[in-house]
């Protein structure tokens, strides 16, 4: 399983990838594959703040549930409307279309503490 | 993002896990694993959802070879299970199936099982896998005092289900497929081919057939709502059997389905899953199950005096509920009353609720103030169902709030969902 190398990673299985300053947030492949067919997801308002470590979400499959938390602190500027007409992308483009929000972040030196790319797949066994 | 409930799938083999025969096939096939009751079984091959339509609309391929398959032998076989079990067995012609159910003295139930009459002398009980060890001691324990032995053949037998509205056309193509030539045929099969058998096949009623010349019964019995078939194969042959099955069926639509969907499936269907709907100290009166207890059959059976006292009359019921939006209820969410004047019968959500009940539906977390905070149920099982696109559950709750269109609450992790019980089930097929 491909981990793209342009973004950092929480052991929460969460990539947060920077420009400027937005971080764009989602959960991985191996997170997505996990939940199986994701049915629902609950996101955060545009304006909301979202606290690192705080849940600002949930992601529904048909099997269970599983809760977004916010990997970095700051304003959430977008959340993905597409994502929310259609959940399915979640699993058919986790690292793409399937985005969940955007945050403004207050310090985005923090996201140099997150997994990089080499250290989340050896989080998940690398390539299984 | 970490799942509140614990992590279904595992993408590796697992070292203790009992291995189906047709393990390296669903390996092969990309599927992702469960532990189910000590075995390692395909929860999905690639979308739980593709696979739940699949089904629905084409067919889909199960292995179920995790089931326990437990044979009564002897000329008081019949006895010995009407002894042992709710229902009357002994009134089943050779080839006809019965659902039925395993009690303590209690009531309780044990298991929920199919049973078919194979002989004369022999009848075929299937357990659910976690219930295997459960339901071979308490037939042995209780046919040790008739002429009928009881033997555990789960390890000899795989089972494989074909279900949906092409699976009878799927199987009947299916080469080197056949009927078998012996004395435990019922005589109107003899004769004819086995497409013609297949499709004269009824409901809950099997035939003896033969794969590659071995034994295989078929059976028109499933857990999905749908027409199809079950298939208890050795499980030497099951590997064959399933690729010939995938390979006759592709054109029409056929894809392996795995026991994510299996559950969507059955819980539109209606159909309680054991360790869910029913336990030990559910009594099948509870479960809606009280027509599967032969109470006028002679004799004693286990949980006889219990089920004649009945269960108390504020024991809590089983009823189907079904919602408006996306979100589902889960097994061991509280259900609450809606409280009368609550308010909260404005509608308000994106969607008519789907019930009987008329506009039920607030904005959610409009009950959240509502009445009291003591339950007066339980859900035990819930998903978004893939057919309808609304959320439906099983719960348990106060006989009083049990009829059809009684406006509910659900307490969906802090939020209390507006839900409505509903007629069970909640998807039945057209038949034709």
């Known amino acids: 399983m491909a981990v793209p190398v342009d973004r950092r990673y929480t052991a929460e299985h969460e990539w947060v990838r920077l420009d400027g300053d937005t971080a764009t947030v989602g959960i991985t492949e191996y997170a997505a594959e996990k939940l199986g067919d994701v049915v629902f997801v609950d996101l955060p308002q545009a304006g909301s703040e979202a606290a690192e470590g705080s849940v600002v979400g949930e992601i529904e499959s048909t099997k269970s549930v599983g809760e977004l938390f916010a990997p970095v602190t700051g304003e959430v500027v977008e959340a993905n409307d597409a994502v929310a007409s259609s959940p399915e992308l979640v699993n058919s483009d986790p690292y793409g279309e399937g985005w969940l929000i955007r945050v403004r972040v207050a310090e985005p030196a923090r996201l140099e503490e997150l997994l990089d790319a080499t250290a989340y797949a050896a989080l998940i066994g690398d390539g299984e | 993002m970490v799942p509140s409930a614990p992590l279904d799938a595992s993408p590796a083999p697992k070292g203790s896990a009992r291995l189906s025969p047709l393990n390296d096939a669903h390996i092969a096939a990309g599927a ?143 080469p080197e497929l056949g009927i078998e030539a012996g004395a435990d045929v019922p005589e109107d099969f003899e004769e004819k081919d086995i497409e013609q058998a297949l499709a004269e096949l009824k409901y809950y009623r099997s035939l003896s057939g033969t794969y590659l010349d071995h034994p295989v019964l078929i059976a028109r019995t499933g857990y999905t709502g749908e027409d199809g078939f079950e298939l208890y194969v050795s499980p030497d042959d099951a590997p064959a059997l399933w690729s010939a099955l995938l390979e006759t069926g592709a054109g029409a639509g056929l894809i392996p389905a795995g026991l994510a969907s299996r559950d969507t499936l059955r819980l539109e269907a209606g159909m309680p899953l054991y360790g869910h709907e029913l336990t030990t100290s559910t009594l099948p009166s509870q479960a809606g199950l009280g027509r599967v207890v032969a109470l006028s059959k002679p004799g004693d059976f286990v949980g006889r005096s219990a089920i004649e006292r009945g269960a108390p009359e504020d024991a809590r019921v089983l009823v189907g509920l079904a919602g408006s939006g996306k979100r589902a209820a889960r097994a061991g969410y509280a259900v609450h009353a809606r409280a009368a004047d609550g308010g909260s019968d404005a509608g308000a959500s994106d969607a008519g609720s789907p019930g009987a009940g008329g506009p039920e539906a607030g904005s959610p977390g409009a ?63 057209k038949k034709n």
Do not use: C
């Open chain 2, 32 to 174: 992702s694993f469960t532990d189910f009751a000590g075995w390692q079984m395909p929860v999905r091959y690639s979308s739980d959802l593709a696979e739940h339509r699949a089904v629905r609309t084409a067919a889909g391929l199960f292995d179920l070879s995790h089931m326990g398959e437990i044979v009564v032998l002897g000329p008081q076989a019949a006895e010995a299970l009407d002894h042992a079990l709710a229902g009357r067995l002994s009134a089943l012609e050779l080839g006809q199936a019965k659902y039925s159910l395993l009690l303590n003295d209690a009531g309780g139930i044990l298991d929920d099982l199919v049973v078919y009459r194979t002989g004369a002398d022999r009848y075929l009980v299937v357990a659910n896998a976690a219930n295997r060890q459960t339901v071979a001691d308490a037939l042995t324990q209780r046919a040790a005092s008739f002429e009928a032995d009881v033997y555990d053949e789960s390890d000899d037998i795989a089972l494989i289900a074909i279900q949906g509205p092409r699976a009878l056309e799927i199987l009947q193509n299916v």
């Open chain 2, 367 to 429: 009950g959240a103030s509502d009445g009291s905070n003591t339950p007066v149920g339980e859900i035990t099982s819930g998903a978004l169902s893939p057919t309808l696109g609304h959320p439906i559950a099983l719960a348990y709750v106060d006989p009083a709030l049990a009829a059809v269109g009684t406006a509910l609450d659900v307490e969906v992790r802090g939020t209390r969902i507006p839900f409505t019980v509903v007629a069970l089930p909640f998807y039945s097929r």
